[in-house]
């Protein structure tokens, strides 16, 4: 990964204004921890819940692990998703000011994480079987609750991440459980989960980089 930080300029009337960039990783820094990840946490979080089910004979959709969704539903999970989209850049923008952002070479392993395998992943088992499992035993409010809490101590004991990461994991765990009971499908938690972290992880880095937000340098203007 880069450590120094490049820059470019941008003409502003009559002063050019020397603009940051952040420095781009490639795809071998997102490889070096996601092939230990990947066969470790997240085959356990997929595995588990198979097992499970199998073992247990137990009615996927009884777990959410169903689509059953009519266009109106989609409709309303666009709107939670836009709602998630900006109170994730809001995040990196605030409490977790991006360091650097996905090379091309990065995209190739990190979009299929981010958009696709961690979401799944994460949703089968904190709003699949944990949350409509627990349900049974405590009640839809009080899953939601004790599974929010739970996926977000999940993010937020990671070393890479800020303490922070824990409350918005606890509050993004809220809502993708209230999705899930709401429509009694983790389908909608999916696409939800999906958006926070192609924000987080993917998109907050460039936005913020193009908008020019906290990224110049105050003492680089020359005349020009």
């Not at 588990?48 to 309303?76: E, Q, S």
């Not at 979009?111 to 944990?130: H, K």
């Not at 389908?187 to 987080?200: E, Q």
Request: proline content about 6%.
């Amino acid at each position: 990964m880069h450590s120094s930080m490049e820059s470019g300029y941008l003409s502003r009337g009559k002063v050019k204004v020397k603009e940051a960039r952040l420095p781009r990783y490639t795809w071998r820094d997102s490889w070096r921890w996601m092939r230990w990840d990947i066969p470790t946490r997240i085959a356990f979080l997929v595995g588990a819940p198979i097992i499970w089910i199998v073992i247990a004979d137990v009615d996927p959709a009884a777990v959410g692990v169903r689509l059953g969704l009519t266009p109106a539903d989609w409709v309303l999970v666009a709107f939670w998703s836009a709602s998630v989209a900006l109170v994730s850049l809001t995040y990196r923008r605030w409490l977790w000011p991006a360091r650097s952002v996905p090379g091309r070479s990065a995209l190739l392993v990190d979009l299929p994480f981010y958009l696709v395998i961690n979401p799944v992943a994460e949703e089968l088992f904190f709003r699949g079987v944990f949350l409509f499992g627990l349900a049974n035993w405590v009640g839809m409010p009080w899953s939601v609750a004790i599974s929010s809490i739970v996926f977000g101590f999940h993010h937020g004991l990671d070393r890479r991440f800020p303490f922070s990461f824990l409350v918005l994991g606890t509050l993004g765990g809220a809502v993708f459980g209230i999705s899930a009971a709401h429509f009694g499908s983790i389908a909608p938690a999916i696409v939800l989960h999906s958006v926070a972290d192609a924000v987080i992880f993917l998109a907050a880095g460039p936005c913020l980089e193009r908008l020019g937000v906290g990224l110049q340098d105050p003492g680089s203007a020359v005349s020009g």
